[in-house]
């Protein structure tokens, strides 16, 4: 089975520190994503990776960076996190493909205090 | 881009089918219908896809209109474990961006 796991289940962090969230998944798959999801809104994309080192913005990139420094990796990062920052993180990868499904991890659900 | 239409929620009772709705009307021709769902507190979970054709898994059916302008799912014999939210998706444009709308929020009554 695909697994998919992002490194905390709860995170609370402080107003201006730097975050990070981390996930790993271990099917070789190429595309990576990171979603927050609030209520009412649904799950809104950040960042996807489609390969290693490479990059696009989502619907909601701002406040947010990313990292794939290996293809298993996919980090998002909060340069100077804010009270409007926490929400639930999910990270998702698939292999490259129309006729591919997505696999998600648990979830991070992340407060900045 | 592509977008689907669902309804925000409906209600279904234990061990009758659940016929979920969703529209695409502009779908085109080489994008697939996605369909996962989200139970409480767990990261979303894939239940099957299609791209012209009907298809049958052993969670749930899809039925794809003719034109592909719509489609339904169905949970043939739902149970309380079926509540969630349930995401209809057409991946649009470039392959490997995926993009959720808010869903159908759907619960099954004992």
């Known amino acids: ?113 | 881009d592509a977008k689907t239409t669902q309804p925000p929620s409906m209600d279904c009772a234990e061990g009758r089918a659940a016929n979920l709705p969703c529209n695409h009307s502009t779908i085109s021709g080489n994008e697939y219908v996605y369909w996962y769902r989200q139970i409480h507190s767990q990261g979303p979970q894939y239940i099957i896809h299609g791209l012209k054709n009907n298809e049958t898994n052993e969670m749930a059916s899809l039925i794809i209109t003719e034109d592909r302008k719509s489609s339904t799912l169905i949970l043939p014999h739902a149970t309380l474990r079926d509540t969630a939210v349930y995401y209809c998706i057409v991946r649009v444009g470039d392959d490997y961006k995926l993009s959720f709308g808010a869903g159908t929020t759907v619960t099954v009554r004992a």
């Open chain 1, 1 to 113: 089975d695909v697994k998919v796991t992002q490194s905390s289940r709860y995170l609370v962090k402080r107003t201006g520190e730097k975050v990070f969230l981390e996930c790993v998944q271990d099917m070789d798959h190429e595309n990576m994503f990171w979603y927050r999801q609030d209520p009412g809104l649904g799950l809104r994309l950040i960042y996807f990776s489609y390969d290693v080192k490479m990059k696009e913005k989502g619907d909601i990139p701002e406040g947010y960076s990313v990292s794939r420094e290996k293809k298993e990796r996919f980090s998002l990062i909060l340069e100077s996190a804010s009270t409007n920052q926490t929400s639930m993180y999910l990270c998702a990868s698939k292999l490259q493909g129309r006729n591919t499904e997505a696999f998600f991890g648990q979830g991070t659900r992340l407060t900045v205090v």
